[in-house]
Nanobody, 125 residues
């Protein structure tokens, strides 16, 4: 079992930056690929970024490329999502997720075994 707890969400204005953190506990964190997903009201959950176990490989949704950066610190059992130039359309609940079954970062939610409870990000215009 892996427990994931997100933090760092909040209300910001368009153009601001925010950093989300996801603290993991349980099994060896470095064994897992990690992903950040988001879900806006009335929309499906989408992956915004994923990172492999070592941090050497990442993938991003087109909508966030150049604005968001995913990173991880295996010594701290934490994965981060640094978000810059936030837009109102980034408003959503953001979830982190862990996958024990993939070597490369993946965007499909079906690859992920464990999920956090989510943190709300609201971007006002």
């Amino acid at each position: 079992q892996v427990q994931l707890v997100e933090s760092g969400g909040g209300l910001v204005q368009a153009g601001d930056s925010l950093r989300l953190s996801c603290a993991a506990s349980g099994r060896t964190f470095s064994n897992y690929a990690m992903g950040w997903f988001r879900q806006a009201p009335g929309k499906e959950r989408e992956c915004v970024a994923s990172i492999n176990w070592s941090g050497s490989s990442t993938v991003y949704a087109d909508s966030v490329k150049g604005r968001f950066t995913i990173s991880r610190d295996n010594a701290k059992n934490t994965v981060y999502l640094q978000m810059h130039s936030l837009k109102p359309e980034d408003t959503a609940v953001y979830y982190c997720a862990a996958s024990s079954g993939i070597a490369s970062p993946r965007t499909a939610s079906g690859y992920y075994n464990y999920w956090g409870q989510g943190t709300q990000v609201t971007v006002s215009s």
